[in-house]
């Protein structure tokens, strides 16, 4: 069922951006892409695990006395979509899909400065808001969801005194043993 409305998101994508001159489906520029939904409950929305480099698209970058090999380019994508975001809005959905697309095109695996220029482009063209980083909490209210907090954050702390849960996103493990809680001065706890 999801996998079908996800195929039937992604066709339109396609389609859209065909529309504006995109065409993903050239292979001899893209390369193959496969879509799924992730198996794993993931907290981003999705990602492209590239494969395949192409060689004549290496650069090396330097970065002290270090040096690193780069591809600008990949033949092989396979986007996952996590199961989350398959309950919001299509229209969010697809925002994700196209987010994920970009990234098959040359010079644009990363979030850099061409990733963010067909960004614009598509997002003018087509009304999209396309980011490099999500909102969960407004997607989740434009498609009247519940969003609970603990969806935004890794880690849930309780005071093992009062009982108060903090939820953070970043945490420090190693220094449970510093912190107290705001409310009481207890001890907390990292569930
Ligand atoms: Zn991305
Ligand atoms: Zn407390």
Redesign the pocket.
Known sequence: MQEEKLNKLYFECIQELENIGINIQNEKIIGTIDIKISARNNKRYGCCKQENPDKKYKVIQKIGHRKIIKYEKFNTHHIEISKWVMQLNDNIIKNTIIHELIHCIPFCNNHGSEFKKYAKYINKKLGYNITTKGNKEADYLASNLEFKEENNYKYKII??????IIYRKRFNKNLINSYK??????KLKLT
């Open positions: 005071c093992q005194n009062c009982g108060q809680c705001g409310k009481c001065g207890g």
